[in-house]
């Protein structure tokens, strides 16, 4: 158990809804990074959060747009989802992004758009 | 750009067996890390060893290895007396060391599927 931890763990719906995954980081890490894995492929960084400020983003498409609140669960929001979006999507937090401390991930959610 | 290449789509080895992962990366940067991380059936995300490109010598946990060769650019994994855990999805993952926001996330290989025969 890595001390992230991600809800729901699976979640299905149909195209051109909108879905909420949540986050929440190991205690007193204050950095949150949000990963898609389509199937059978590496992760694509999608965005970054430090102690509620975006630091980074990747390859996030203008659909999909995160929050990191005071309490530093994040959540990361994907709408309008088309059949592409299917992927697992994993939530993963560290200390300080500056420090060379290991991102610890969640077990996933893995969303189904039907 | 960096970018990290994983060119064994699939790996099979016997029980009890060794076996090694390559990766090879491409990178301007002088400083960074890389790491290797497992991925089993349950799909959580593992981390197996790391390494710092400053130091020279090869990270080792239990019986987790790397080759690490700077100049050529290339960190490969062996794992040793292989079980039947290790099967798995192995991921390598590259992560910059410069001070800048932007560099922290980790860009990774496609990923090589192990299979431990029993």
């Known amino acids: 158990d890595s001390g992230v931890t991600q809800t729901p763990k699976h979640l299905i719906t149909a195209t051109g809804q909108r879905v909420t995954l949540r986050c929440s980081p190991r205690s007193g890490d204050l950095s949150v990074y949000w990963y898609q894995q389509s199937l059978d492929q590496g992760l694509q960084f999608l965005i970054q959060?430090?102690?509620?400020?975006?630091?980074a983003k990747g390859n996030i498409l203008e659909r999909f747009s995160a929050q990191q609140f005071p309490d530093l669960h994040s959540e990361l929001n994907l709408s309008s989802l088309e059949l592409g979006d299917s992927a697992l999507y994993f939530c993963?937090?560290?200390?300080?992004?500056?420090?060379?401390?290991?991102?610890?991930f969640g077990p996933g959610t893995r969303l189904t758009v039907t | 750009a960096q970018t990290v290449t994983q060119s064994q789509p699939e790996m099979s080895v016997q029980e009890a067996e060794t076996v090694t992962l390559s990766c090879t990366y491409d990178t301007s940067e002088s400083d960074y890390y890389l790491f290797w991380y497992k991925q089993p059936p349950s799909r959580q995300m593992i981390l197996v060893i790391r390494q710092e490109a400053y130091k020279q010598q090869n990270a080792t946990e239990n019986r987790f290895s790397v080759n690490f060769q700077k100049a050529a650019k290339s960190f490969s994994l062996k794992i040793s007396d292989s079980q039947l855990g290790d099967a798995a999805m192995y991921f390598c993952a590259y992560r910059s060391a410069a001070l800048m926001d932007s560099n922290y996330q980790l860009i990774w290989g496609a990923g090589t599927k192990l299979i431990i025969k029993p």
């Open positions: 959060y430090y102690n509620g400020e975006e630091r």
């Open positions: 993963a937090s560290s200390v300080e992004p500056r420090l060379l401390r290991e991102q610890y």
